[in-house]
């Protein structure tokens, strides 16, 4: 071939190099931007301090709602039998350590007040968690439970959930049937503290409505929470708490047959942090429930026995 020729093949060849080349280029720096972008959306891409901060609110809601439970599962029990027991022993097989006291243990004198007494500790176990309850629940009844207009007042008398202080008063009024015939209970707490060591403490107050679905077989029920709550976490910031999808809670066999949320999120805006929602629908009743917090999302197997501790703090429980 003339030089000419070979002149012209060695720019083509080399065109055709230097073609691959950027391309390979290109392809690599996309596949390190994906890479990156994956290496971000880990658990570490969200700050310890919020990951804290929200499992402190997601316990702190289990905490309440365990109280909520504990509280119309009982009244509806005692409410059936006429209020007819004295110093009765906890209604349920599953949980003898508790006694139920009822001042007036009749169908027609109200307001009566029952007591729910833990004593010093009184354990439930279920899938390597554990609830201990110890102390009083307070609880002024108003009416007949299934009566539009009715009111469980609950109080708290030296009352701890693994070792969790709570405080505050909790309204709960039955607001009567909509028009899918499902029963409306609204919940107002005031006052609300939680205090999970001498210097760690949460003040809260909420509003929340239940809609309760009902079965003839209870266990198949169903609960469906709306509502938003406000307070001050342990850090002295404020922050709101807002149900954007309906929480869902259905009782569930691997708890025990206690009440578990399974669907739903919520969204808490902290107001030096900003918005981190809580995600209730990983898998059913696993337990688990998914940070999100700006674009970066953290797994978390919830426990009631288990609180990470706030090192700026010192203390906190675990058992």
Not at 67 to 93: G, H, M, R
């Amino acid at each position: 071939k003339t030089i000419v020729e070979l002149k012209s093949l060695v720019m083509n060849t080399m065109k055709r190099i230097t073609g691959s080349l950027m391309a390979a280029v290109l392809m690599l720096a996309i596949t390190h931007s994906c890479s990156k972008e994956d290496t971000l959306n880990i658990d570490q891409a969200i700050p310890e301090a919020e990951l804290k901060l929200a499992q402190d609110d997601a316990l702190v809601d289990a905490l309440y709602e365990e109280i909520d439970n504990a509280v119309i599962d009982e009244v509806t029990q005692l409410d059936a039998n006429a209020y007819s027991t004295f110093e009765l022993k906890s209604t349920s097989d599953e949980d003898p350590c508790y006694t139920v006291n009822v001042d007036f243990p009749d169908s027609t004198h109200f307001p009566k007040v029952v007591t729910i007494d833990y004593g010093e500790g009184c354990t439930m176990v279920f899938r390597n968690d554990t609830i201990t309850r110890s102390g009083k629940i307070i609880i002024t009844v108003t009416g007949r439970w299934f009566e539009q207009g009715t009111q469980h007042i609950v109080t708290f008398d030296n009352f701890f959930i693994n070792g969790v202080g709570i405080e505050g008063t909790r309204t709960i009024t039955n607001q009567g049937l909509n028009e899918k015939g499902h029963l409306l209970i609204s919940i107002k707490l005031e006052g609300g503290v939680v205090a999970f060591t001498e210097s760690e403490i949460m003040t809260l107050e909420a509003d929340y409505l239940r809609e309760w679905i009902r079965y003839r077989t209870p266990l198949l029920d169903t609960m469906i929470i709306t509502g938003s709550a406000s307070g001050v976490n342990i850090q002295g910031e404020s922050f709101t708490r807002t149900i954007v999808e309906p929480l869902v809670l259905v009782h569930c066999r691997e708890y025990r047959w206690l009440w578990v949320i399974v669907d739903g999120i919520v969204e808490i805006n902290n107001s030096v942090s900003g918005i981190t929602s809580v995600d209730y629908s990983a898998e059913g009743c696993d337990g688990t429930v998914i940070f999100n917090r700006n674009g970066y999302r953290h797994n978390y197997p919830f426990k009631y026995n288990h609180r990470h501790h706030h090192e700026n703090h010192g203390g906190g429980f675990g058992q």
